[in-house]
């Protein structure tokens, strides 16, 4: 996932069942390369999906099973520790994530949101038909 702004990258990378997420800064010496990959820290529970929430904040889906799955706000920076993003109120565990304006979730094959990590969950739209991944423009 690339920051907004261009200048960070956030990558999902690993062995299955092991995947852990990854921070880098985007160099323009000689093309887009990832220079400074290095690990975030979120514990040693598989990582599913990443966003950036801003240029600062990454929102990660990590998953410890089929029924089992947590949203984290992380400073990628280290400023502060993760925040666990509320998900009362979704009918099933989150597959997917897009942060921006708002975060947006999937569950139970139905597009969810909420204006920030703190408030509840309200249906968007119903995404019958199978799996699908939120996605902001940019």
Do not use: K, N
């Not at 200048?7 to 999902?12: D, F, I, Y």
């Not at 509320?86 to 999937?106: C, E, N, Q, W």
Request: glycine letters at 14%.
């Amino acid at each position: 996932s690339l920051s907004r702004d261009g200048a960070r990258v956030a990558v999902v990378a690993g062995a299955a069942g092991r995947e852990r997420l990854w921070i880098g800064v985007v160099g323009r010496e000689d093309g887009a390369q990832i220079q400074g990959l290095r690990p975030l820290d979120v514990g040693d529970t598989p990582v599913s999906d990443v966003s950036w929430s801003d240029a600062g904040t990454v929102v990660a889906l990590i998953r410890s099973g089929e029924q089992d799955s947590s949203l984290y706000s992380i400073d990628v920076d280290g400023g502060s520790p993760a925040v666990l993003v509320s998900t009362a109120g979704l009918p099933g565990p989150p597959t997917a994530v897009a942060a921006g304006p708002a975060l947006l979730t999937i569950a139970a094959g139905t597009l969810w949101r909420t204006p920030v990590a703190s408030e509840s969950w309200t249906r968007v739209e119903d995404r019958r038909g199978g799996e699908s991944a939120p996605a902001y423009p940019g």
